[in-house]
């Protein structure tokens, strides 16, 4: 069963405006990470944070890690057209390789 | 240079039937996933593979479910007696372990029908 859960599972914006989209997880992570998903197909890798990270940075994209609530927030900037897609946070547990998904956000952003 | 590969992309099978499915990753990554997405929901682990062997099998649902990853490179995803419930798309990810890392690229999936 998936450990993470998504809030909001859907999100509607305008062009131009910020989108915040928020992830909790359960157990010990390594590091937590956001995919992007157009279609249902093909996960595309975003930006990876590390469990001694508080913030990273990659262009218009923001995550933030707070380990003491289990919790990760991704911020997209300035929003385009062109984000809209399915974002997904994966945990690496601590003890292992594999990724553990949230449910995700679906994200719209309206031109 | 391409990036991980699936083949089919879309398989229709009836209810019973074997499949299989295929996943080429990308040159030189020793680790290679299998993931399954639901409708709606995130992928959700299957097996990992570090080389040829299957390091963590923990998520196949049951024994209808095996993979294989003989040479270390391809790896293909066996269903034996498909159920309407295996349905889905299933993914396939490779990447390098390095501490701290794990970065994931993840192939097209192959979206499995069972009628």
């Known amino acids: 069963s998936q450990q993470g859960e998504e809030d909001p599972q859907a999100l509607s914006i305008q062009e131009g405006e910020n989108a915040t989209m928020n992830c909790s997880y359960k157990t010990s992570i390594n590091n937590l990470q956001w995919y992007r998903q157009n279609s249902g197909r093909g996960l595309v890798h975003l930006i990876l944070i590390r469990s001694n990270e508080r913030e990273k940075h990659s262009g218009r994209l923001r995550v933030t890690l707070d380990t003491s609530k289990k919790s990760s927030s991704l911020l997209i900037t300035a929003s385009r057209a062109a984000d809209t897609a399915s974002y997904f946070c994966a945990g690496r547990e601590e003890y292992g390789n594999k990724l553990v998904f949230g449910a995700g956000t679906i994200l719209r952003v309206k031109s | 240079g391409a990036g991980v590969s699936q083949t089919p992309s879309n398989k229709v099978t009836e209810k019973g039937k074997y499949v299989e499915l295929r996943c080429d990753p990308i040159s030189g990554h020793t680790a290679l996933y299998w993931y399954r997405q639901s409708l709606g929901q995130g992928p959700e682990f299957l097996i990992y593979f570090q080389g040829t062997g299957a390091a963590d099998d923990s998520g196949l649902p049951n024994d209808r479910f095996f993979a294989v990853r003989p040479e270390g490179s391809v790896s293909t995803l066996k269903i034996q007696r498909t159920e309407r419930g295996d349905s889905a798309v299933y993914l396939c990810?490779?990447?390098?372990?390095?501490?701290?890392?794990?970065?994931?690229?993840f192939g097209p999936g192959t979206r499995l029908t069972v009628l």
């Open positions: 990810a490779s990447g390098e372990i390095l501490a701290g890392s794990n970065e994931q690229f």
